[in-house]
């Protein structure tokens, strides 16, 4: 299928073979900042929009200040079971691992909402609710339906007076969003201080991963990859064994998620240079941020917040990825049998990001990150949520006209 094949251990032997140099990142990378996020002075245009993902529900309240100025107000765990559950009302434990209530119903989910939206003091903003690849695949695969969905929204409708809107994000809908994100947080840190290329980014949650690469065509290249970390890599350790389920999840990327990825990149390498092909036109090579789960990898490897080239990306993550297997082939077999999704997660989504990583141009940089430290001095989370924030109120309309973020030579 063109794919290079490799087993876990394969890679658990080149990260052991990292070189020192791409090892030594590790003690230099930049940690994100211990202190508390601090929001931007004079704060306007507060929307509330909740990221109803595969897992947990957020809600985040966003705001301008001075100056374009974006930041988080306010942001708060919702205390229910995935939407997709919800909607589809299967049966399910109503506890959490903390012991708190979950909602399991419709109504009781809106409840949550509405009390934590109290709670946070956004009781009369209007918010927006977006769905993602939980909801798409209950869908597709059938276990829910536009009906049940449609009776959702006309219920949020009427429960929420100060209004609500619902959407479900296809996965290039959220992959563009979160595109926006990563572009608006790095022209205003690492591209600022001259740093990397072309922005690209890369992104995963429990169902899917997002790519997108950008092009001198006019467009980017989006793509949204069933990656299924949640079914194929998790689930596949703690039923089958460390070694066995990340065998199996090696091999499943390698048929269903890969092929795609690297079709994608050798259509859209050769005009990577720009279609005149005059010197002008050249970007310098793309730098692909990873956020979310593979920001959290990325941190966890020892580069966070650092550019690092493809190649000392991949042997710091197969250097993490082979210390975690060293570390589960060790503990007893009674500890392993308790357990959960957290145990093994560091596992399922390391080897997938090394896989994702290896098919990237041989020249790109990485920057790793789950927030941005911007220059006013507080926190930001690059997602689909605040690249929705900003495609509402337009407030990185000052980069509008450098959409990919290209350093052109001169």
């Known amino acids: 299928d063109g794919v290079m094949r490799r087993t876990v251990r394969a890679w658990s032997s080149v990260a052991t073979a990292a070189s020192a140099a791409a090892l030594g990142l590790a003690t230099k990378a930049t940690a994100a900042s211990s202190a508390a996020p601090s929001a931007c002075s004079q704060q306007e245009t507060v929307r509330v929009i909740v990221d109803a993902g595969s897992g947990w529900s957020r809600i985040e309240a966003l705001a301008i200040g001075d100056g374009g100025c974006v930041s988080t107000v306010a942001k708060r765990r919702l205390e229910a079971r995935p939407l997709a559950e919800v909607l589809a009302q299967r049966q399910a434990h109503r506890r959490s691992t903390n012991g708190s209530e979950l909602a399991t119903t419709p109504a009781e989910w809106i409840a949550a909402l509405k009390t934590s939206m109290e709670s946070m003091g956004m009781a009369s903003v209007p918010v927006l609710i977006g769905a993602t690849a939980g909801v798409r695949d209950a869908l597709a695969n059938g276990s829910l339906s536009m009906e049940e969905v449609e009776?959702?929204?006309?219920?949020?409708?009427?429960?929420?007076?100060?209004?609500?809107?619902?959407?479900?994000?296809?996965?290039?809908?959220?992959?563009?969003l979160e595109a926006r994100s990563c572009r608006f947080c790095a022209k205003r840190t690492f591209l600022a201080r001259g740093d990397g290329g072309g922005v690209g980014m890369l992104s995963s949650g429990g169902m899917s991963s997002q790519v997108v690469v950008p092009t001198t065509r006019g467009r980017d290249a989006v793509l949204s990859l069933e990656t299924r970390l949640k079914s194929e890599g998790n689930r596949r350790m703690l039923e089958d064994g460390v070694e066995a389920g990340l065998a199996s999840y090696d091999a499943y990327l390698d048929r269903e998620v890969l092929p795609k990825l690297v079709s994608t990149l050798a259509i859209e390498g050769a005009h990577r240079v720009g279609d005149s092909g005059t010197e002008g036109d050249a970007p310098t090579s793309i730098t692909f941020v990873a956020i979310e789960i593979l920001g959290g990898i990325g941190e966890k490897a020892g580069f966070g917040q650092t550019l690092v080239t493809v190649g000392e990306a991949r042997e710091l993550v197969g250097v993490l990825l082979a210390d975690f297997e060293a570390r589960a082939s060790q503990s007893p077999l009674a500890e392993r049998d308790g357990w959960t999704w957290r145990d093994v997660v560091t596992g399922a989504a390391g080897l997938q990001f090394l896989r994702l990583l290896e098919a990237l141009p041989e020249d790109s940089l990485v920057y790793a990150t789950r927030s941005f430290n911007m220059p006013q001095g507080h926190e930001i989370k690059p997602s689909w949520v605040l690249g929705k924030y900003l495609e509402l109120t337009r407030s990185d309309l000052p980069f509008i006209e450098e959409a990919w973020c290209f350093k052109r030579n001169r």
Do not use: C, K, M, N
């Open 151 to 176: 009776r959702f929204r006309e219920l949020l409708t009427r429960e929420l007076e100060q209004g609500a809107s619902f959407e479900i994000l296809s996965g290039e809908e959220e992959a563009t």
